[in-house]
């Protein structure tokens, strides 16, 4: 098993690089991002790796930083999304920016992807919504995250913000508390800011 590779990025094109590690040439898949990121890196990069073995093929996916080999892990977990349309939609979103998705039930967002459907895109966000708050690096990604009207469109950001900063106070990953938040907000529960905490309790189960 391969899990990462170090060497200088001699070729990329098509969403695959030739990575030359000592002398030896790896052909990597990665996302379209990622690729724009190690064709203009300095002369040697680190490239985290997951490698898919079949009968016929040996095949190395590559990935700037373990947020995006986590997400690319999750993706595939979905039925019907394969590497390569794991790897499409890497190629529009970044990992915060899925994470957002998810929790959000963004289903359009995810959809941007090539080759990836309505159907898909909805799979994506019921099979992942709550998993992807447990994944750490998933969860840090995230990074701030805006509460508005396009969220609830009935409740204020200031009483979503401060449950949010509660929730991950008792503990709760970011991305989890804030999937329960806009569920609860879409639920229905009211603006303030103990119903709202109590409510996104109830949708994480406790």
């Given at each position: 098993?391969?899990?990462?590779?170090?060497?200088?990025?001699?070729?990329?094109?098509?969403?695959?690089?030739?990575?030359?590690?000592?002398?030896?040439?790896?052909?990597?898949?990665?996302?379209?991002?990622?690729?724009?990121?190690?064709?203009?890196?300095?002369?040697?990069v680190t490239v985290l790796t997951e490698m898919q073995v079949r009968e016929d093929s040996m095949t190395l996916f590559g990935f700037?930083?373990?947020?995006?080999?986590?997400?690319?892990?999750?993706?595939?977990?979905?039925?019907?999304?394969?590497?390569?349309?794991?790897?499409?939609?890497?190629?529009?979103?970044?990992?915060?920016?899925?994470?957002?998705?998810?929790?959000?039930?963004?289903?359009?967002?995810?959809?941007?992807?090539?080759?990836?459907?309505?159907?898909?895109?909805?799979?994506?966000?019921?099979?992942?919504?709550?998993?992807?708050?447990?994944i750490p690096n998933l969860a840090n990604a995230v990074g701030d995250v805006e509460f508005g009207m396009a969220d609830a469109g009935m409740i204020e950001a200031g009483a979503s913000q401060d449950a949010l900063s509660a929730l991950v106070n008792l503990?709760?990953?970011?991305?989890?508390?804030?999937?329960?938040?806009?569920?609860?907000?879409?639920?229905?529960?009211?603006?303030?800011?103990?119903?709202?905490?109590?409510?996104?309790?109830?949708?994480?189960?406790?």
């Amino acid at each position: 098993m391969i899990a990462q590779l170090r060497g200088s990025v001699v070729h990329a094109d098509n969403q695959i690089i030739i990575l030359d590690v000592q002398g030896v040439g790896y052909a990597v898949h990665v996302s379209g991002r990622s690729q724009s990121q190690l064709a203009t890196a300095p002369d040697m990069v680190t490239v985290l790796t997951e490698m898919q073995v079949r009968e016929d093929s040996m095949t190395l996916f590559g990935f700037v930083d373990a947020a995006e080999r986590d997400a690319f892990r999750l993706l595939i977990t979905v039925q019907g999304v394969g590497a390569k349309a794991a790897m499409a939609i890497l190629s529009v979103l970044d990992p915060a920016a899925l994470t957002q998705a998810i929790v959000a039930g963004d289903k359009a967002m995810v959809a941007r992807a090539d080759g990836v459907g309505p159907k898909i895109a909805q799979r994506v966000v019921n099979e992942l919504s709550e998993k992807i708050g447990k994944i750490p690096n998933l969860a840090n990604a995230v990074g701030d995250v805006e509460f508005g009207m396009a969220d609830a469109g009935m409740i204020e950001a200031g009483a979503s913000q401060d449950a949010l900063s509660a929730l991950v106070n008792l503990g709760y990953a970011r991305a989890e508390a804030h999937g329960a938040i806009v569920r609860a907000q879409r639920a229905g529960a009211a603006a303030d800011v103990s119903s709202l905490i109590a409510a996104a309790l109830r949708e994480m189960g406790t």
